[in-house]
C-alpha cells in the first residue's frame, strides 16, 4: 500500500507516495541531496536546472553501469551453473 511522504530536494518539500517504508524513503532523500550539493559545489554556476540535469546523467550513468555488471555477473553465474552441471553428470 502507497502512502504519503513528504521529501524535501534543494530546498523544496515534496509530497511523494510510495510503497518503501519510510527509513527507505528518506534514504533516497539523502542520497538525491548528497548528489545534487556535490554536483552543485563542483559548479560555478547556481543554475539549479543544470545540477539537477547533470545529476540525473550522473546517476543514470552509474545505474546503466551496474545494470551491465549485474548482466556480466549473470552470464558467469550461468557458465557456472551449467559446469557444475555437467561435473555432476560425470
Given at each position: ?6 521529501v ?28 545534487l ?17 547533470l ?6 550513468e552509474?545505474?546503466l ?8 555477473d ?17
Amino acid at each position: 500500500m502507497k502512502t504519503s511522504h513528504a521529501v524535501t530536494i534543494l530546498g523544496r518539500e515534496l509530497s511523494v507516495r510510495s510503497s518503501a517504508p519510510e527509513a527507505k524513503v528518506q534514504a533516497v532523500e539523502t542520497f538525491v541531496n548528497d548528489k545534487l550539493q556535490e554536483i552543485g559545489s563542483a559548479l560555478r554556476s547556481g543554475d539549479a536546472q543544470l545540477v539537477l540535469i547533470l545529476a540525473l546523467l550522473n546517476t543514470s550513468e552509474e545505474l546503466l553501469e551496474l545494470r551491465s555488471e549485474r548482466e556480466k555477473d549473470s552470464a558467469v553465474e550461468s557458465r557456472i551453473n551449467t559446469m557444475l552441471a555437467s561435473l555432476e553428470a560425470v
